[in-house]
């Protein structure tokens, strides 16, 4: 494998050449948020941009790093602020790690033993998720926020878990300030 | 272990709390750079700062993400660019990613069979260096050349093959502007 540049454009957010870009919309996180009435209800409307990944073309093997710039757009599904879908690592003993360049949010964190942390991020801050921690973004902010990400190509992502399980804590504006609560759909 | 963060701060050039700071002076790069008489020359006068390293508090461990923000100062010794030590990783099919911040450069990537390879680098550019490729920055701007590093945990460090053997190309100044020209000294 030969050396390779690829160009991270902070003010058009994304990365070119891009290896894949990922759209996730309302319609592909169903479920997902609190609110089902209000999730269906802006479906019947539209099927807003929740997020944009640009991944950076690089195999998922060990020994490498795969990496990527996620875009997760400000905006709201009732009163739960737009996130990520979450995932753990397949291979369980991987980390991740988050830089934050523009905007600000929270890294929602948490294990299968049922512990849970949450990290607030804005633009410089470096978050590390460790091995065997979960992890979900949730922008919190009026514009879009975006990190990059790194992790190792063996890590492999469980989507299922977090879809079955959901979060142990939701992000909730309330009185126009997010506040985390405990989720009452965890299992 | 736990989740945690820290800040880079893209203004003073670091990262907040660090887990290691790492100055390189001359004196550290002694027999490095190709004009050893001028080597000897200012280091009876001084013993310049070439670069720091902001290193991110993780273990070097399989599965973790350790990770550094390099400051690379601008300067030559000779008409040669100030530069980083470079090295292998020792599990040398691991890889490493580098996010360019501030400044401008060259990243120079070597194989042991001979192969070699030189990405130039700005603020945003991604620079991927996959496993096998020895890896060494050189700052050809006016500032401090700026870039964010994330390696996978069980790499490790191998300096001494490339103290011995030095690079393949050298990065010279030539009527103001970079060259690379081939290592007379290289073995």
């Given at each position: 494998?030969?050396?390779?540049?690829?160009?991270?454009?902070?003010?058009?957010?994304?990365?070119?050449?891009?290896?894949?870009?990922?759209?996730?919309?309302?319609?592909?996180?169903?479920?997902?948020?609190?609110?089902?009435?209000?999730?269906?209800?802006?479906?019947?409307?539209?099927?807003?941009?929740?997020?944009?990944?640009?991944?950076?073309?690089?195999?998922?093997?060990?020994?490498?790093?795969?990496?990527?710039?996620?875009?997760?757009?400000p905006?709201q599904?009732?009163d739960e602020y737009y996130m990520?879908?979450?995932?753990?690592?397949?291979?369980?003993?991987?980390?991740?790690?988050?830089?934050?360049?523009?905007?600000e949010g929270y890294l929602l964190?948490?294990?299968?033993?049922?512990?849970?942390?949450a990290?607030e991020m804005?633009?410089?801050?470096?978050?590390?998720?460790?091995?065997?921690?979960?992890?979900?973004t949730v922008n919190t902010g009026k514009?879009?926020f975006?990190?990059?990400?790194?992790?190792?190509?063996?890590?492999?992502?469980?989507?299922?878990?977090?879809?079955?399980?959901?979060?142990?804590k939701l992000v909730m504006e309330r009185d126009g300030q997010p506040v985390l609560i405990?989720?009452?759909?965890?299992?």
């Open positions: 494998m030969k050396p390779f540049a690829t160009t991270l454009s902070f003010a058009e957010r994304m990365i070119t050449p891009c290896g894949q870009r990922t759209e996730r919309r309302l319609s592909h996180m169903r479920g997902m948020y609190q609110d089902i009435a209000e999730t269906e209800a802006i479906l019947r409307r539209d099927d807003p941009l929740i997020y944009e990944v640009y991944a950076g073309g690089v195999p998922e093997k060990e020994g490498q790093l795969p990496h990527c710039l996620t875009v997760l757009y905006g599904v009732g990520t879908k979450g995932h753990f690592h397949v291979a369980m003993d991987t980390a991740e790690i988050y830089l934050g360049l523009e905007g964190m948490q294990t299968k033993e049922g512990d849970s942390q990290l804005e633009r410089g801050t470096i978050a590390y998720i460790p091995p065997y921690w979960a992890h979900r514009g879009p975006v990190f990059f990400a790194v992790w190792p190509g063996h890590a492999g992502h469980d989507y299922g878990t977090i879809e079955e399980s959901g979060f142990l405990p989720n009452p759909r965890y299992r």
